[in-house]
């Protein structure tokens, strides 16, 4: 009769012990976030990067730092498949060690007597090692890691990705950081740079002179400055054609270059906005003088308004 009588208590236990584990199975596996050391050198590296990990299953959140080339995911993925994929895809990335929480570790006050029990217990394991290795030759430390450490750093140096925009990203910011370099010399050099002026123009203003004929007003204004460097003189007519019609125009021109002038030809005021041989469209200038056209004529008072019409 006992042993009948124990039978649905044991059915019961079984029972609990079945729910149990199947809420276990039920319960989802715990969020955690891990750190790695990724090859990113751009924002191209950094999209393709995101693009890898936020296409796993399990991944939630991804942060990325491109200057530390450190990469943060939050998620229920363990980081071995995480790396897996980097690898896969062509990125060097190793997985760094977590930090400890500082509330977690703080240490626990010891009281001073086990502080001398410990003390005492290191004095003596000490008098034995040192009597133990006083015969024997210590083994000299290996270095293992280091030269793997060197070889993917290098790897991190000189790779890089082949997704879009990565190339031409690096390409423009070296360009903006150069042309940053160079205003910022000019503007030294033009506070260093005594005034020397003309009429309403001076040396520190940057020019652009357009409808010239012979160049004898851009080498007026170049003698009077001493220097030709702000100065972008431009001709509606070809080097030959200002040969042909003036006397002293190949010469004024000549002139200004030695002097550092911008000379271009072939020039019209009409289209000029998208005229390639004056450079980019968003290059500024303090002053454009565009003179008052030369008739032709050969004869006469060219003030007079018949003339004029």
């Keep these: ?60 959140i991804v942060y990325i730092d491109v200057k530390q080339h450190k990469v943060t995911v939050i998620g229920i993925v363990s980081p071995e498949i995480l790396l897996k994929k980097l690898i896969k895809a062509g990125k060097n990335a190793v997985l760094l060690p977590e930090i400890p929480d500082p509330v977690e570790n703080k240490p ?33 430390k290996t270095e293992v890691g280091k030269s793997d450490k060197l070889e993917s750093e290098k790897n991190d140096a000189g790779e890089c990705c082949t997704g879009d925009g990565c190339e031409v990203a690096s390409v423009k910011e070296k360009k903006d950081v150069l042309k940053e370099k160079d205003s910022v010399k000019e503007k030294k050099k033009k506070k260093k740079m005594k005034t020397k002026k003309l009429g309403e123009y001076n040396n520190k203003q940057k020019i652009l002179l357009v409808g010239e004929g012979d160049f004898s007003f851009s080498l007026s204004l170049a003698r009077a400055f001493g220097s030709a460097t702000n100065l972008t003189a431009t001709s509606l007519d070809t080097l030959e054609e200002i040969q042909l019609k003036y006397k002293n125009g190949k010469a004024n021109v000549e002139e200004l270059k030695t002097r550092g002038c911008t000379v271009v030809h072939g020039i019209n005021v009409h289209s000029m906005a998208k005229d390639r041989k004056l450079g980019q469209r968003s290059e500024l200038y303090d002053r454009i003088i565009f003179n008052f056209p030369h008739s032709g004529f050969g004869f006469g008072c060219e003030n007079q308004s018949y003339y004029i019409m």
């Design 108 to 140: 626990k006050p010891v009281d001073p007597k086990e502080k001398n029990k410990k003390k005492k217990k290191g004095e003596n394991l000490q008098r034995t090692d040192e009597a133990t290795s006083s015969g024997t030759d210590k083994p000299e």
């Design 1 to 60: 009769m006992a042993t009948e009588e124990m039978k649905p208590d044991t059915k019961k236990t079984e029972q609990k012990q079945k729910q149990s584990s199947q809420i276990k199975e039920d319960l989802p596996p715990p969020i955690k976030s891990c750190s790695l050391k990724v090859s990113i050198h751009c924002e191209g590296c950094k999209k393709k990067v995101k693009k890898i990990l936020t296409s796993i299953e399990g991944v939630y």
